[in-house]
């Protein structure tokens, strides 16, 4: 029973991470590029939710909040590679890296001058209640996390190969210039894709803050993430979740059963193996190399 | 313009480009040899500091811009450098000049153990994997209590050297020599492995892999070398830091630090010793200026001095934001920008250091 919980409880924060790794995980899909920005996302959408809809602050309903905070990211998402990212265009893949670490720190000191350096955390209309299955005490926003992830990731998977748009994202970062020939709006559609980004960190951030709370330097579990993301094999949208899962899942054990202090070390010795055992991580997505 | 015409082979691969060259640079180092002459005890602490920074600025830049490995974990071999030589100066009674290159070839043979597993890494995953071993040191530094003094830290001793002391505060130019001979000798070493064969092997497997192995270039061994090269010199640096901080803790060395160090190669500009030193002036002196113009500030509107807390990233990361939207080559390639201006006024291109764009193609197959 003491497992069970554990793993109860990991697999909510294994969600989460597996959301942020979404968010890597769509943008290295469609543009090839690693937005380290990611989790800096995820802590400013869950911080314009919280001024939405906080009491201290506009005091709006929930359910009126966080749609408009999904809005407001996605918006801020596709101007951010209108008016940033698009100018790096055909550059080498790290000075995209480097341009979204410095965006990230940028967002920090946003978020850290308007909303406080303080934790804070979000006004939820199910805070605070439980589920009990036998022995196994679920709180509900650990069961809206599962549930909320798992339903974005079939739908980003289905949007990703059933869709026209999703399949143009696919086509435009396989090959860039024969996407320009078929008539796809390469650059529109980066936008697109960094909105969507917006939108899942949004959406991440959301189920972040109403587990625990919030404060600007959360965007450094963006790192987490990313292992997580890479752990499941960059590219894939089922491996990353798959990763935040296990990296979630680790934790609460390694904590549990190793000492103190070996225990935080767990996720990183993990993605270290997997880097150097299986490059690509667990669901590959190389198969060769190309001259 | 000046024109420099070669003759001999000699002149292709001869440390200066011609005669005005050197000479510059000779009285650049009259200048920097006499600074202690000409600045204060403060001023000579932050200048020791920069230099301090921009030896592991050429460390890292080694990597980063010769050899093209992008790493994320630097601040691991700053620390390996920093222990090492505090450790081997305590436990082992060594003197400076003996735990001071101990403590860069430990970092160095650090750095080539992480490569034997890491060379068949490429870009961004080289960069995460690199990001988890600074994760590891700085949690392991915790770990090793009896090694390291955990969570406490270390304190690094004065350096002696013959007898005789330097502390960076009682003489802080001593201290400042110190530092300038150690940034000489790597300058030196620097500038004379990108003239050596292996430096030509860095650049190649920088600018194509599979071209430098058809070339017969020996990748994983000259990758192998650069990461030992790379991490060794930035250990040096960080023994310094130790020495120079007086107390060293596993804070000092936190992922953030080595995410800092790549961002100053790149403002500096990557691929060139110059990066390294404008890179570091900008990471050690930005902070002064701020709190310099915000003293200004509030002097100009009679108010009390306003703290803003984490302005001086957030300043360093849109500086960095605007050089790679608009000067991806950084400070020394602006300043090359300004320099052909000058020498071909009035013929000066708008599109003389335009770079080829390329058009992105995937390896992932679905």
Redesign the interface.
């Known amino acids: 029973m003491d497992i069970l919980q554990l793993l109860v409880s990991g697999l909510a924060n294994g969600c989460i991470y597996g959301l942020i790794a979404l968010g890597f995980v769509l943008i290295y899909k469609a543009t090839e590029a690693i937005n380290f920005a990611q989790g800096d996302m995820m802590m400013l959408g869950a911080f314009i939710t919280l001024g939405l809809t906080n009491t201290g602050y506009m005091d709006l309903p929930f359910w009126i909040a966080v749609p408009l905070a999904i809005a407001l990211m996605g918006v801020f998402g596709y101007l951010l590679d209108l008016i940033v990212i698009r100018r790096m265009f055909g550059e080498a893949q790290i000075a995209v890296v480097i341009l979204t670490i410095a965006l990230g720190f940028v967002m920090r000191f946003a978020a850290g001058t308007i909303f406080g350096h303080e934790p804070q955390s979000l006004e939820t209309p199910y805070a605070g209640q439980d589920l009990r299955f036998g022995g196994v005490v679920l709180g509900v926003d650990e069961a809206v996390v599962v549930i909320a992830t798992v339903a974005l990731t079939v739908v980003l998977f289905l949007f990703f190969n059933r869709t026209k748009l999703g399949v143009a994202m696919q086509a435009s970062s396989q090959n860039q210039l024969a996407a320009y020939y078929m008539g796809i709006p390469v650059r529109r559609v980066q936008s697109l894709i960094w909105g969507l980004a917006g939108v899942t960190a949004t959406i991440a951030g959301v189920l972040y803050a109403s587990k625990g709370s919030i404060d600007p330097s959360a965007g450094l579990l963006g790192i987490k993430a990313f292992a997580a993301a890479v752990i499941g094999g960059m590219g894939s949208l089922p491996g990353a979740l798959l990763g935040g899962i296990i990296v979630g899942v680790i934790e609460p054990f390694a904590s549990r059963y190793v000492a103190a202090g070996y225990s935080q070390i767990a996720p990183y010795l993990l993605l270290f193996l997997v880097l150097v055992f299986r490059p690509h991580g667990i669901l590959a997505q190389v198969h060769r190399k190309k001259v | 313009m000046r024109v420099v015409f070669k003759t001999s082979y000699d002149h292709d691969i001869g440390m200066f480009r011609h005669r005005a060259q050197a000479t510059w640079y000779v009285l650049l180092l009259t200048g920097v040899l006499a600074l202690p002459l000409l600045l204060g005890s403060f001023l000579i602490g932050e200048m020791t500091n920069m230099l301090i920074w921009a030896i592991a600025g050429m460390g890292l830049m080694i990597l980063v811009g010769q050899t093209g490995q992008?790493s994320l974990g630097h601040a691991a071999f700053l620390a390996i450098g920093a222990y090492a030589n505090v450790i081997l100066q305590q436990r082992a009674g060594l003197p400076f000049l003996v735990s001071f290159p101990l403590a860069g070839l430990i970092a160095g043979a650090a750095g080539v153990l992480l490569a034997i597993?890491?060379t068949?890494?490429h870009?961004?995953?080289l960069?995460?994997?690199t990001?988890?071993?600074s994760?590891?040191v700085e949690?392991?530094i915790?770990?090793a209590e009896p090694l390291t003094g955990g969570v406490g830290g270390m304190f690094a001793a004065d350096i002696t050297i013959f007898g005789y002391a330097i502390n960076r505060y009682i003489n802080p130019d001593a201290f400042y020599w110190l530092t300038l001979a150690v940034t000489l000798l790597v300058v030196y070493f620097y500038r004379n492995l990108l003239r050596s064969p292996l430096g030509r092997a860095f650049a190649a497997v920088r600018d194509s892999e599979?071209s430098a192995q058809a070339m017969g270039v020996n990748v994983p061994r000259t990758k192998a070398l650069a990461f030992g090269l790379s991490t060794g010199i930035t250990g040096l640096a960080g023994a310094l830091m130790g020495h120079y901080s007086g107390v060293i803790t596993h804070e000092n060395f936190t992922?953030i630090i080595s995410?800092q160090m790549?961002?100053m190669i790149?403002i500096g500009g990557l691929g060139t010793i110059h990066g390294a030193f404008f890179g570091a002036m900008v990471v050690v002196f930005l902070p002064q200026a701020l709190s310099f113009l915000r003293d200004w500030v509030s002097g100009m509107t009679g108010g009390g001095s306003v703290a803003?807390?984490?302005?001086e990233?957030?300043v360093?990361?849109?500086i960095?934001?605007a050089f790679?939207?608009f000067e991806?080559m950084g400070i020394y390639g602006r300043w090359l920008k300004i320099r052909t201006y000058f020498e071909l006024f009035p013929f000066y291109r708008k599109n003389m250091f335009r770079r080829q764009?390329?058009?992105?193609?995937?390896?992932?197959?679905?």
């Open positions: 992008a597993p890491t068949r890494l870009g961004i995953y960069a995460i994997a990001l988890a071993v994760i590891l949690d392991f915790v770990i599979i992922v995410i790549l961002l790149v803003i807390s984490g302005l990233t957030a360093f990361a849109m960095l934001i790679i939207l991806p764009k390329s058009y992105l193609k995937t390896e992932r197959m679905r």
